[in-house]
């Protein structure tokens, strides 16, 4: 079946950056993308970015642009989104999810990966 | 404040009929599909609702999308137990070139 499995828990100190990774199984890799989305506590989903599986394309949020950097290792069909620079208020559970393979207004995410929470405190 | 604005609760009694409403503008849902997840407590957000109206395999047919001018609407009908959780809508925003979610609203089953 179609999984998505993440890294574990993290805690950073601010200013630090963060890499979390997102491992793809039960289907091909490359024939779609990954979207990441985050949620602070107690607040609502927040869109990240996405990028191709297919050639690695990349679109950011805009008010992470900079800062966020999304990669892919297609022999291990893994996901990767690092942050930088590191405030307190990136402290949130990411989650990456199965999109389509080209960025597009009439896409969806299915299936989620279990979330990772990352907590940014000194 | 979300770009889509969603009521923060409702609620309803097992069995009954409950809607969920999203509403946003014609950069949004007026010109673009919307999507439905679906959190339940301590899980991963599920996809419910893809393109306004289109259910994933799997997806009891109790949960129903529609969208309307620059509005769209979940419902859940047979309401169940294990429906209470938070639900949100997403549409891509054009003026963000990204996409945007509903603040979420979480569903009580009283």
């Known amino acids: 079946q179609v999984q998505l499995v993440q890294s574990g828990a993290e805690v950073k100190k601010p200013g630090a950056s963060v890499k979390v990774s997102c491992k793809a199984s039960?289907?091909?890799?490359?024939?779609?993308?990954i979207t990441w989305v985050r949620q602070a506590p107690g607040q609502g989903l927040e869109w990240m970015g996405w990028i191709s599986g297919y050639n690695g394309n990349t679109k950011y949020a805009q008010h992470l642009q900079g800062r966020v950097t999304m990669t892919r290792d297609t022999s291990t069909s893994t996901a990767y989104m690092e942050l930088r620079s590191l405030r307190s208020d990136d402290t949130a559970v990411y989650y990456c999810a199965r999109d389509l393979a080209a960025i597009g207004t009439g896409n969806w995410f299915d299936p989620w990966g279990q979330g990772t929470l990352v907590t940014v405190s000194s | 404040q979300s770009v889509l604005t969603q009521p923060p609760s409702a609620s309803g009694t097992p069995g009954q009929r409950v809607t969920i409403s999203c509403s946003g503008s014609s950069s949004n849902i007026g010109g673009n599909t919307v999507n439905w997840y679906q959190h339940l407590p301590g899980t991963a957000p599920k996809l419910l609702i893809y393109r306004n109206n289109q259910r994933p395999s799997g997806v009891p047919d109790r949960f129903s999308g529609s969208k309307s001018g620059t509005s769209a609407s979940l419902a859940i009908s047979g309401l169940q137990s294990e429906d209470e959780g938070d639900y949100y809508c997403?549409?891509?925003?054009?003026?963000?070139?990204?996409?945007?979610f509903g603040g979420g609203t979480k569903l009580t089953v009283l």
């Open positions: 997403a549409a891509w925003e054009d003026s963000l070139n990204g996409w945007v």
């Open positions: 039960g289907y091909t890799f490359t024939n779609y993308g």
